[in-house]
């Protein structure tokens, strides 16, 4: 293992000016007493599998949702934690490094020493093998000088990616019981997070004391749901690429030969993509969600950017920018089902090379349809979480490819007038992952770290720390916590053979909602982008000046904070048994429950629709 | 051709305070009178070429160097021009895009109309196709308000960037005079300046009214000499690629499993290269020119990143980054002979599909050893200056490729010991020349711009605008002209078959200077680059706050200033006459005699020894 870690580095004149950054604090985790107040059990909004999940996590299931308050909150009802012991916390990064990660760190420790100068934080070096090692650094001003507010996880550094099996989780416990512990923090992804609630799960059956915490990290900006708007890393990645984009527009219109076909790293979902385009607004994006949604075949997707690219020729435009999630080629069926069919010889063992001769008839001939490139890639061993080695597979390639092949055609049948369509490839995504965070994710981060003490200071455990109403202020941000179990979903299919998997809760990655407002926003900009070369260029990541505050518009256009509406609705239930007290008038009594009558057989009507499930009032 | 040129744009927020900025004007620019001192005739560095640059260039060889003075400079001899009668002034964007160009027809707009406002600057429309079909744009305030400091050509766009053929030369010829320009700048790098100088030549032979001047903007930062410090774009590009550098080796080093091998634009020079590692610290950067001087071969260069990643690997680091410029391909000798025989085949119209039967068994054997996609690259049609086509040539992944088997070899054979190589390729092009420049480039494009009308209120023609003392604030800067032909050199050989080209006399790329400081900067550097990992992020770009006014390492370190010299010279000359006049004493003048012969002797010796000629006494 690399001895250099949490050494201090050299810092460029624009990094030594972000170290000396201080993000805010919004007033409820200010001062030196946590003040939390908890709402209901917090269930999980996959209701057909809550049953699942509460049998698979008996000890973390269905505890309530955390509001951490602050101190002039007229609140009777909340718990006061003023004292504050000792405590040893441990730390780890979990899972691709994501922009911000440092700041969680920072914030954690800066809050644990804020309420307790005695208590230590711990950083295990080299992710989970430095957990599973015990190889640790102990967290201190010095160490962090040079690592806040900057990018990667070089401080401490990460390795491999999971703690799933028994002899790992028994690793960590070992590891977390050998340091004396109080708390370990989990920083990272869905992945991580399904791992964090599992720890926790095995942590409390075993009675060992270390509380586990997960914090929302990653690039993908897919560990999202309703008590998670958005994750650290990903406002930046998104700047990163976009000012790359937006650049690779200008360059098309400058020139006006080239075509450029972009992918961009963020796993299956599209967010990366569908924030980049609302950012740079490039001539195309193929989302992911859209395609699975509408059953597209790669011939499909072939057609309909050929069929743009015509468009454009016909009003003399010979140049554009197309945007290809990477996750696309899982959202293409029978892609998908091909490497299905590759992950499963894999899982019988079957070596790369005799893969193919042993495909069904109908993948055998699309596997032999593929250029050879872009075969390799697919008969990749697939990722830890089954799913294909995204980032090493050219999707955009395999489409340059076939646009090209179908625009010669259409050239030399005359159905298509332009000029010869030329295309470049790019694939941009590593050289955003280790960049300088954003003002918004060093904020954000360096707030989740001191909402993680707050958690363990009022001792849950299997918690994912939350801020919401983030498209606010910060000093409107809200913290609290919610069970990571209610996060979680159950796949009630699957083609595969990892039969084993299936019906497994896990925290699962989100989708770019297809009826949210920022696909609307995308939907009804999309003809113009496509044909007026509308693109805009937000610029390189600025740290002062104009942009310096902005961020993701997808964020931004969602209607969000769920956890502030949540904690709305309580207040209004504690209004009406205010007024209704008994001995209040008797119509009024009469008013108050013909209204909640109503209110409440609409409301079962509603979630039976959504859910499927027969109302149970 | 697109009729959206000079449309107004979208700016995002960055894009509109940055449309606001107003760079400054060195004291010699600013007024309406325009003062000019004349030099002694510039000679060619290359003395050598001199006679057949002379030759080639009868009308404009040997004028004079022209410096720009402010307005209360002490200098007799200055031509003071006061008159700007109205002008009509043409200008074309030749060339790859590069960021600033907008800049220099900014700076170019404004200095005609504060000289005269009845003056007119009329755009060409998609590069020399313009040019040459007269498609223009009248560039007015409007049009310019949403490209100032913006980056891209898009204002005007460009299409081919040579202006070469007889036919070419006399259809600018006929549009020059169609349109009655008095002059017509061009935009561009190396290969576009000597279009510039040519058709300076073939108007004035023509006698043909229009006056040519030429602008120093290319990416590459190869269009460098004695009197032309850096071009405009280099600074942008390596700060966004420096900061993408910076952002992988973070990267590397929070993941601590991948080599990234990046290859950058630049042509054939190294110079982006050589930048972009003394602003980041990547480990190891492959230098064309060290390559060719020490006339490595592509096995030498595999060992020494092989050698490079086993003693990394016992230090226990497996990871690191390392750059290669694109031009390397053309560096290493065997490939290069390669390529020449390549373009020799394509010169004959061979096909691409038989050229690889028609190699020479030497050629034939080392093609085939190459793997398949490499090859179909270097089958690729020459660019039209007979140079391979470098952005298309994945020399990052061919050594890729051959690290991997060779660590694979040792690993086998017990000699490394390390883990498993994993390598990941980039190329770093496209995504910054369309970049929103920097200050610095901004700064440069819009004084350049103005130098531009100085040269032609000067009636001058031929002659390249230049700025020196480039490393000092702006009001420092000097600002001055100097003959296009007086940067030619002459090759005087040639392995491919293009012999009709040899000995055409043009201004070729500058290559990194060896001997030069920020070469030695890197090589002092280079030991600790290589296993310490000190990589440094300069950020992304920043408008305001720290490093919004750095400049290029390589420009700040070299001692330039040429012109200033030149200058000073000139000053000392005039002295020693103004002090040693007809009238003064007997030893006086014995002293200015004595001193004045030996230094005479002493330079001979050196110019004979640095050019190989004969002293001329």
Chains 1, 2 share one sequence.
Not at 303 to 318: F, G, L, P, S, Y
Not at 443 to 450: F, I, K, Q, S
Not at 590 to 602: D, F, N, Q, R
């Amino acid at each position: 293992m690399d001895s250099d870690y949490g050494v201090p580095r050299e810092l460029s004149e624009v990094q030594k000016k972000r170290a000396l950054y201080q993000p805010e604090l919004p007033p409820c985790l200010q001062g030196t007493t946590v003040r939390v107040e908890y709402g209901d059990a917090a269930i999980a909004a996959d209701a057909a599998g809550a049953h699942v999940i509460s049998h698979a996590f008996p000890h973390t299931y269905g505890q309530p949702l955390a509001h951490f308050l602050r101190k002039t909150a007229n609140v009777p009802d909340a718990k006061v934690i003023s004292e504050h012991p000792t405590v040893r916390v441990g730390v780890v990064f979990c899972g691709r490094q994501s922009p911000g990660g440092h700041n969680v760190i920072w914030g954690l420790h800066e809050a644990i020493k804020a309420h307790n100068l005695k208590s230590k934080l711990i950083g295990f070096l080299g992710g989970t093998d430095g957990l599973l090692a015990q190889k640790t650094l102990e967290i201190t001003d010095e160490v962090l000088s040079s690592y806040k507010n900057q990018g990667g996880y070089d401080m401490l550094g990460r390795t491999k990616d999971q703690i799933r099996t028994t002899e790992q989780v028994n690793g960590a416990m070992a590891s977390c019981q050998a340091l004396k512990l109080d708390a370990l923090v989990i920083i990272g992804g869905v992945t991580s997070n399904t791992d964090a609630a599992q720890l926790a799960e095995t942590f409390a059956e075993a009675k060992c004391a270390t509380k586990v915490v997960g914090v929302p990290v990653t690039l993908n900006g897919d560990l999202k749901n309703q008590f998670v708007e958005t994750t650290v890393g990903f406002d930046t990645i998104c700047k990163v690429n976009s000012q790359l984009i937006s650049n690779v527009c200008t360059d098309a219109l400058s020139a006006e030969k080239y075509y450029y076909f972009i992918r961009l790293m963020g796993r299956k979902a599209s967010h990366v993509a569908l924030e980049c385009t609302l950012q740079s607004h490039p001539n195309m994006v193929i989302l992911g969600e859209e395609v699975a949604a509408s059953k597209l075949t790669i011939f499909d997707i072939t057609k309909q950017i050929c069929d743009a690219v015509q468009a454009r020729a016909e009003k003399d435009k010979n140049h554009g920018v197309v945007l290809i999630p990477e996750g696309l080629v899982e959202s293409i069926p029978e892609l998908y089902a091909l490497l299905q069919e590759i992950h499963g010889l894999h899982g019988k063992g079957v070596s790369m090379e005799n893969i193919s001769s042993q495909l069904s008839p109908w993948a055998s001939a699309l596997f032999e349809f593929l250029p050879p490139f872009i075969r390799k890639q697919l008969l990749l061993h697939p990722e830890s979480d089954d799913s294909a080695q995204l980032s090493q597979i050219e999707t955009e390639k395999l489409l340059a490819q076939l646009v090209e092949t179908e625009m010669n055609r259409r050239l030399k049948e005359g159905t298509y007038k332009g000029k010869k369509f030329n295309v470049i490839c790019h694939f941009f995504g590593y050289q955003a992952r280790g960049a300088l965070p954003s003002k918004f994710d060093c904020d954000y981060a360096y707030v989740l770290g001191h909402v993680c003490y707050h958690i363990l200071a009022a001792g849950l455990n299997g918690y994912l720390a939350t801020v919401t109403n983030l498209k606010s202020p910060v000093n409107k941000w809200r913290c609290g916590a919610a069970p990571i179990s209610s996060m979680m979903t159950v796949k009630r299919w699957s083609r595969g053979p990892a039969a084993t998997q299936i019906g497994k809760p896990a925290v699962h990655m989100a989708s770019v909602d297809l009826k949210g407002k920022a696909f609307e926003l995308l939907r009804n900009n999309s003809s113009s982008f496509l044909m007026e070369d509308i693109y805009r260029n937000p610029g390189p990541l600025q740290f002062e000046g104009p942009g310096a505050d902005s961020k993701p518009i997808s964020l931004c256009v969602e209607d969000q904070d769920y956890m502030g509406r949540i904690k709305k609705l309580q207040e209004y239930l504690e209004k009406v048994k205010t007024i209704v007290k008994p001995g209040c008038p008797q119509d009024v009594l009469k008013a108050a429950l013909s209204a909640m009558s109503s209110v409440t057989e609409t409301l079962a009507i509603m979630i039976s629709s959504s859910t499927g499930q027969a109302p149970s009032l």
